[in-house]
């Protein structure tokens, strides 16, 4: 037992029961078939195990942190020029803000005690007890003493930190969506005030809701990875935002044509999104939760195949129809497709019949490349297509759970309707409180000269002239 009370053997993170010390003589008998007689043990250690399924976290774990690289990349790519080392400093700060913030109290809403609605409102979370002992056994201590020691520890599956470690990074996943829409025009310190909330209470009550077991699990909501959880949670973060904080000077004209703003480095965000692409293996992999035996083997390959389809699939249906939704063929479109692509298959990679894979993610990337146009009509500005791939196209993959994979769609509704209020009404009032507070959009000037030399006092590209833009140029004519 942990200092919360909870046996972690029976709770994996996901919402459904892990095969923790399935040993393969067990598998095997299941299948009815019968070991030779006097085999070499053919079973996997129980020991074995716990070290499989605790690396299989950790390594993970690692390479969703790499996502941050790649929104990163593909944020500061992006923006202007004047804007691009605020992207950085935003990045590794929200990052470093969603590891403190659900280590301090995050962790425990989502998954201690959840009665329902919400976890623990305690603060710090640590290893279990059972850990504790072990790494208090000295040099002296017996082996007797030792394999109880070890026996207790892993009869939960898998190390109480490498779990947390798996789930910290989800959280930043959902805080760097915010990022991306809001670029060059909200404070530094505004959006980090933002996602301290987010990750420490908006993002886990969600997540009680649901891996927590709480009431929307009980209702038999299924979202494997987060297309909803992790992804819709940041779209409708970000959603708030743009509506809150407005668009960028200039990016609406009064005509009501859209000004167009095209990226500073089209192969900074290519390499973002291929990082991305990378990273959404240990997304969707790592959240079998489990490779300490053949069956989970066997399901993650699949997984990581289906992840790969729908991504693929997501980039080709948004360059087949960017000219008759944008009126061009557009990389950037092709590159959120991939993105959407990968947001809808989350909700259910663990199809076996991999078709699917691809149709779901073709059709995200329909989704977010007509999402993209919808965003302008309504002159809401998202600096990287962020809301259509990852709100739009989680909504899209969550519902898409009741063809491929056998949810409910009125579970499926529901639970896509409750997230989209709860996260979408909470931030909007946070996002007014902090404009009512201490502001969240830096003023015309810094605006005009750029984030990075207005409040950082260094430029990204310090050995380019940046040159005035065109609708300056045209307005100075006139004048």
């Known amino acids: 037992m942990n200092k919360s009370g909870y046996e972690p053997a029976q709770r994996n993170g996901r919402g459904f029961t892990r095969r923790i010390v399935v040993t393969a003589g067990k598998a095997l008998a299941g299948a009815g078939l019968l070991l030779a007689a006097g085999s070499a043990a053919a079973a996997v250690p129980d020991e074995s195990q716990f070290v499989l399924n605790t690396f299989s976290f950790l390594i993970w774990g690692a390479l969703v942190m790499w996502m941050c690289a790649g929104f990163t990349m593909l944020e500061s790519g992006s923006v202007r020029t004047k804007n691009a080392s605020v992207i950085c ?7 470093s803000i969603a590891g403190l913030a659900y280590y301090l109290l995050g962790y425990n809403l989502m998954y201690v005690d959840v009665t329902g609605w919400i976890g623990s409102v305690e603060l710090l979370y640590g290893p279990s007890a059972d850990e504790l002992a072990l790494l208090s056994l000295g040099d002296d201590a017996t082996a007797e003493a030792q394999a109880a020691a070890t026996a207790a520890v892993v009869e939960s599956g898998y190390s109480t930190m490498s779990d947390w470690f798996f789930q910290m990074v989800f959280v930043a996943t959902t805080a760097s969506i915010v990022s991306g829409t809001l670029a060059e025009r909200v404070k530094l310190w505004s959006f980090f005030a933002f996602i301290a909330v987010l990750t420490a209470v908006i ?31 940041g779209g409708w973060a970000a959603l708030a935002g743009a ?41 969707n992999g790592g959240s079998v939760l489990a490779l300490g035996d053949a069956a989970s083997a066997v399901a993650m390959s699949n997984v990581l195949a289906n992840t790969n389809l729908a991504a693929a699939a997501g980039v ?18 092709g590159l ?33 490349t007509a999402g993209i ?7 809401l500005d998202d ?22 994979a056998g949810g409910s769609f009125v579970t499926q509704l529901v639970g896509v309707l409750a997230v989209g209020v709860f996260v979408f009404a909470a931030s909007w009032i946070l996002w007014l409180v902090l404009e009512k507070t201490v502001g969240v959009r830096v003023s015309e000037t810094v605006e005009e000269l750029g984030q990075d030399t207005a409040e950082l006092g260094i430029e990204a590209y ?17 004048d």
């Open 462 to 478: 310090p050995e380019f002239m940046l040159m005035p833009d065109q609708d300056d140029i045209e307005a100075l004519r006139r």
């Open 383 to 404: 600096v990287v297509g962020a809301v259509p791939a990852h709100l739009f196209a989680g909504v899209w993959g969550t519902l898409a759970v009741c063809i491929a």
């Open 89 to 95: 400093l935003k990045n590794i700060g929200l990052y």
């Open 243 to 283: 509506i809150v904080v407005g668009a960028r000077r200039g990016k609406f004209r009064p005509d009501g044509s859209v000004k167009s703003t095209p990226p500073s480095n089209v192969p900074v965000v290519t390499l973002g999104v291929f990082i991305l692409w990378l990273g959404w293996f240990g997304f």
């Open 203 to 233: 993002y886990p009550v969600v997540g009680a809701w649901t891996w927590g077991e709480g009431w929307l699990y009980k209702m038999g909501f299924q979202d494997f990875a987060g297309s909803t959880i992790v992804h819709s949670t």
């Open 316 to 333: 080709m249906a948004a360059i087949s129809t960017a000219r008759p939704l944008l009126g061009r063929v557009d990389l950037l479109a």
């Open 336 to 368: 959120n497709g991939a993105i959407a692509g990968l947001v809808a298959i989350t909700a259910g990679p663990d199809i076996v019949d991999h078709y699917w894979a691809i149709v779901i993610g073709a059709i995200g990337g329909v989704i977010c």
């Open 373 to 379: 146009k919808l965003m302008e009509t309504m002159k």
